[in-house]
Each structure stands twice: as C-alpha cells, then as structure tokens.
C-alpha cells in the first residue's frame, strides 16, 4: 500500500506513513502532557518543537531516498557519497602532512583531532566507514585501489582520534571478510592478500603499543585510539568519553517510562531531573528507547533487522547496491552504540532506497552493478 502525493508524482509506503504519524502524536503527546506531569519537569516548547522538525526531516529524508526510483539515480548517491567521503579524508591527511592543523580547530573540537568539517569527529569517522562498501563491493575496482581507498578511510580515523570509529572500523573489517570468504568463497590468493592486510594492521597496533610514551607526546589522536587497546574501560570513560554514566542514565530512564517514553525534545531535561547528567545518550538505541518508548522503538529496529537478514539470506534480495546499502546501514547501526544517529539524514536516505528496493514490485529493476 503507497500514499501518493498527487501534485509531485511522490510515493511513500503506506504503513511508514501510518507509523510516522502515530509516531508523532505519541511523541508530541508524551512530550506535553505525560513527561511534565510523571517527572516533575516544565515542558520546552522550544526544544519540542525543535526536535520534532528534525525527526520529520529525516522522515523526509526517507521519502526521498523512496523516490529516486530509478537505478542510476541510487548509484550516482551512493557513489558521490562515498567519493565525498574519501576526498574529505584525503584531504584531512594533506591538512595534517602540510602542517595546517589550526584547520582542526574548527568546531572547537581541538587542534588535534579532525573532524572532517563536520561538529562531531565521531560522526565523521562513521560516516567515512560507511563510505567503504562502495569501494569495497565495486565489481570493476582492482584489488589493490579497493586496499588504497581503505587505508584513506584507515588513516582519516586515526587523525580524528575516534575511538568510536576505530572499533567500527574493525568490527565491519572482520564482518565483511568474513562474509566474503564464506558466502563468496574468495581465491586463495584474495584471501591470503586480505590476511596479510590484517597482520600489517595488527602489527600496526603492535608498534602503537611498544612505542606508546613516544606517540602519546606527540599526539593526541594516537593516545586516544591506542586506550581500546591498553585500557579499554579507560578509553569509554577519559578523555571526554564518559560513556558509561550517561547510558547508565538512559537506561534509568528507559525503565521509569518503559512503554512511552519521555517523548521529543524532554530527554535532556529528564536526565538531568533524574540523574542529574544533562546530555543526549551518546547511544541511539538508549536515545530512541528513551524517547519513543518501547513499543514503537522495537518496531523499528526489528524492522531495520528484518530488511538486513533478508538481503542477507533471501538469494532474491542478493544484489552488489543492495549489500552496498545494506551495509551503510549495518555501519551506521554498529557505530549507533557510542553515537546518537538517531536523526542522521543519510541513514534515512539509504533505508529508504533500500525500502523500495526490497518492494516485491520493484525487483529486477535494478541490476546491482556498477561501472
């Protein structure tokens, strides 16, 4: 079933549309009305109003990703995307080599750490990950570019200093050569060249490690990374991580609204109500559970879940774009642990590309290959 805006041509699944609007009164209502009264909170009608026009941008977001139906259009985003990405990181490592790191200052984020324009340097080191399935999955690409393109990505990471990044980084690394030696069955030679790909890391990590005093003198960003390594509960509590209370404390909040949440735009000043920490969950699956309540958080990411497992092991839904969107979202979702993405556009973008995609209608219209 679509909802079809007559006047554009635009379509939108009808039981996303359905979703979304009693999504926004649940929210809005929350909001208003329960949070106020349950906690004892005045309600911000500024920072309502403010938090739901980003959730229905990003719902618009997902409609456009929806109506791009056409193949090249969902190739050309995904490629420029991803272009995007490596241009920006190769353009960081010459900021760096050409020692114009007073660059790094902008958005207050210190003089040590990029963060590719962006306002997060965890948000920017998701983001060129997920610029990697591109690169990675192109069927025309030589080996040796595809390796070329990975350390860019590699070494963007490692001058924003994202801990974040780095562990998503690996995880993907691990899944997707996995998969690729499984379901693809990869030559010999492949996988022996991915291998000796991943002790050069490991013997990266191995110098990081032995030469540590000398490294954290002279940067930050080594320090940083190198803490998942040396003291991994250290790495999620210094250094202006301190995780751990802050999802402590959404957690708390997940159990006193279990069902309904504290609605948009109230979370900050719950938590400071209830636990006395005044920031976001820096976790979008604590964030939205906070937010949306239970009910319609586990639709979603059982939604979400659904789609991947049937691209992942439906033969029908098998194509390179996507596994190439498959596994921007699968990125997003792993670097979701230790960032609120709840409202990051291009993730809605590429669901609802994918979503249309998936359409039984729409199988067969698109061939998965790229030039």
């Not at 210094?238 to 609605?263: F, H, M, Q, Y």
Request: proline share 2%.
């Amino acid at each position: 079933m679509l909802v079809h805006v007559a006047c554009n041509g635009i379509s939108v699944p009808g039981y996303s549309f359905v979703y979304f609007l009693f999504l926004s009164v649940l929210l809005l209502v929350t909001a208003i009305f329960y949070t106020p009264y349950r906690f004892g909170v005045t309600a911000d009608f500024y920072s309502i109003i403010k938090e739901y026009a980003k959730l229905a941008v990003v719902f618009l977001y997902f409609i456009i990703g929806y109506n791009l139906k056409h193949e090249d259009l969902i190739k050309i985003s995904i490629k420029w995307y991803s272009i995007a990405a490596l241009f920006v990181g190769t353009l960081g490592i010459f900021i760096n080599l050409l020692g114009l790191k007073f660059l790094y200052q902008i958005y207050d984020f210190g003089e040590d750490r990029y963060n590719g324009f962006m306002n997060d340097p965890n948000y920017f080191a998701i983001v060129q990950i997920s610029a990697l399935p591109f690169f990675l999955r192109s069927e025309k690409m030589l080996l040796r570019t595809k390796l070329f393109t990975y350390l860019i990505i590699l070494i963007s990471i490692l001058l924003s200093g994202s801990k974040t990044g780095m562990i998503t980084l690996l995880i993907y690394t691990t899944v997707f050569i996995l998969g690729e030696i499984v379901i693809n069955k990869l030559k010999l030679g492949t996988i022996l060249l991915m291998l000796f790909g991943i002790l050069l890391l490991g013997a990266l990590f191995e110098l990081l490690g032995k030469n540590l005093t000398l490294l954290t003198e002279k940067s930050v960003q080594f320090h940083r990374i190198s803490l998942i390594f040396t003291d991994f509960n250290a790495a999620f509590n210094e250094g202006g991580s301190s995780r751990l209370p802050i999802w402590k404390a959404g957690i708390e909040l997940i159990g006193l609204s279990p069902l309904v949440g504290v609605g948009v735009g109230m979370y900050t000043a719950v938590s400071e109500k209830v636990s006395g920490i005044d920031a976001v969950a820096h976790n979008t699956y604590i964030q939205t559970f906070s937010e949306w309540g239970g009910i319609f958080a586990a639709i979603f990411f059982i939604y979400i879940a659904c789609i991947i497992l049937k691209i992942t092991l439906n033969k029908q839904f098998q194509s390179k774009i996507n596994y190439m969107l498959r596994d921007i979202l699968i990125i997003l979702l792993i670097g979701s642990m230790a960032v609120s993405f709840n409202n990051a556009r291009m993730f809605w973008f590429f669901l609802g590309s994918l979503v249309y995609l998936l359409s039984s209608k729409n199988l067969g219209k698109v061939s998965g290959r790229f030039s």
